[in-house]
């Protein structure tokens, strides 16, 4: 339920369980107990009305005025304040107005068989039909690395194609010089180049591999069974391949400070834990640890590094939580989180309680949100909700991104989850 979500996302900012006073719970009590005032009060709107109550009722602060593109807590009553914003009788059920429009994503893309840049321009790709979903193009000195369908493909600016690789996964390093990627159970590793691929090692994996990141000359690999990622081993290129799998290792987000980024098995049974890992010669070893208790383990739970590994957002199902690995493994808490704009007037109810909380320092309106987040900039990065794609920002803010074509945000990217 929306409400247990939003309990979910209160205890994820505050990083620890609900305390005695459980503001989270004021929230959701204090939402239900206006609808009751709204429904008592409807049923006496006419009397309101004739005995000239309406000038006093048009005090009620609006949700329509508060909503914008987020609600700041600066100024806000101390966080066991019990007063919220009374939305009146006149609100109904139907959701708030949209967030302002932003601009279009800072991305380059690839959807409908053509490659769409963040400066206009559009590109056919190779393919007669293209893709569905809409995917990120990866823009390196050459050119851009794209995948039509499968297909892997260097696109230069004057449109000249360079066919790479079929490719069933893939994964490019952080300087765009060099390319792994699996086909039919093999794992290929080359330099990227304007002329095409330069081979540099390759090895037999099992069925189900993906490419996952380079760490250095190390590539880390999943193990992917309906879809998901059992299990991790990583390769040195350097080495001959000896498979050192295992599944304490559940996610791996990228590097941030040299250290690899990703979720490992929590000192407790059942537990998670965002972690720092090393990789060493019989698998991976967990360096540093924290966030146990934040649920990023969890199915519905979807989370992206930036490029740069400073932030880590977690989309859960009504919001997107930002957190500062630079102080996070001392501090455990999130910097800001966004709550997606399109959502009933109850929610609005408890995201003002929890605002006035202090639980983030920007909130908006929620709504049920797919897909795992993509970054577009080092503070900024797109989801997407039933209504459209979001754009988030690390400070907390939210606001509407526009698809090119007005392609459907349910094509954004990968929607699965």
């Avoid at 050192?244 to 998670?272: E, F, N, Q």
């Avoid at 919001?319 to 966004?338: K, P």
Wanted: with cysteine.
């Amino acid at each position: 339920m929306l409400e247990e979500e939003l309990r979910a996302t209160f205890t994820a900012a505050v990083d620890e369980t609900p305390s005695p006073s459980d503001v989270a719970g004021r929230a959701i009590r204090s939402g239900r107990a206006q609808r009751r005032r709204r429904r008592a009060l409807a049923g006496v709107a006419t009397v309101v009305a004739v005995f000239g109550f309406a000038g006093g009722l048009l005090q009620v602060q609006d949700w329509r005025h508060v909503q914008g593109g987020g609600v700041s807590v600066n100024g806000l009553p101390d966080e066991d304040t019990e007063s919220i914003v009374d939305f009146g009788p006149n609100v109904t059920s139907e959701p708030p107005p949209p967030q302002a429009e932003g601009p279009p994503p800072a991305l380059d893309l690839v959807a409908k068989g053509q490659l769409w840049t963040s400066d206009g321009q559009k590109l056919k790709l190779g393919s007669a039909q293209g893709q569905a979903a809409v995917s990120p193009a990866y823009r390196l000195s050459v050119g851009w690395l794209v995948d039509d369908s499968g297909q892997l493909a260097l696109v230069g600016s004057d449109g000249k194609q360079v066919q790479l690789a079929k490719a069933d996964s893939w994964a490019v390093d952080a300087t765009g010089a060099r390319l792994a990627y699996v086909a039919q159970a093999h794992l290929y590793v080359a330099q990227l180049g304007k002329n095409g691929l330069n081979p540099v090692a390759d090895a037999a994996v099992p069925a189900g591999t993906v490419a996952v990141t380079f760490v250095g000359t190390q590539i880390v690999l999943g193990a992917r069974t309906d879809g998901v990622i059992t299990a991790y081993d990583h390769w040195s290129t350097l080495e001959q391949y000896r498979p050192t799998w295992t599944d304490k290792v559940r996610a791996i987000y990228g590097t941030s400070g040299g250290a690899l980024i990703g979720l490992a098995a929590g000192p407790k049974a059942g537990t998670v834990c965002l972690a720092k890992l090393a990789l060493d010669p019989t698998g991976f070893g967990v360096t540093q640890s924290g966030g146990c208790d934040l649920g990023l383990g969890a199915p519905e739970v979807r989370a992206a590094l930036s490029a740069d590994g400073r932030w880590l957002a977690v989309r859960r199902t009504v919001s997107v939580a930002f957190y500062d690995l630079t102080t996070f493994f001392t501090s455990e808490q999130s910097t800001a989180i966004c709550l997606l704009p399109t959502a009933q007037v109850e929610s609005q109810a408890a995201a003002q309680t929890m605002v006035r909380s202090r639980t983030a320092k920007t909130l908006a309106a929620a709504a049920p949100a797919t897909g795992t987040p993509i970054w577009e900039q080092a503070d900024s990065l797109l989801v997407a909700d039933p209504s459209g794609a979001v754009r988030c920002r690390t400070d907390g803010t939210v606001e509407r991104a526009a698809l090119p074509d007005d392609t459907p945000a349910s094509q954004l990217f990968n929607t699965t989850g």
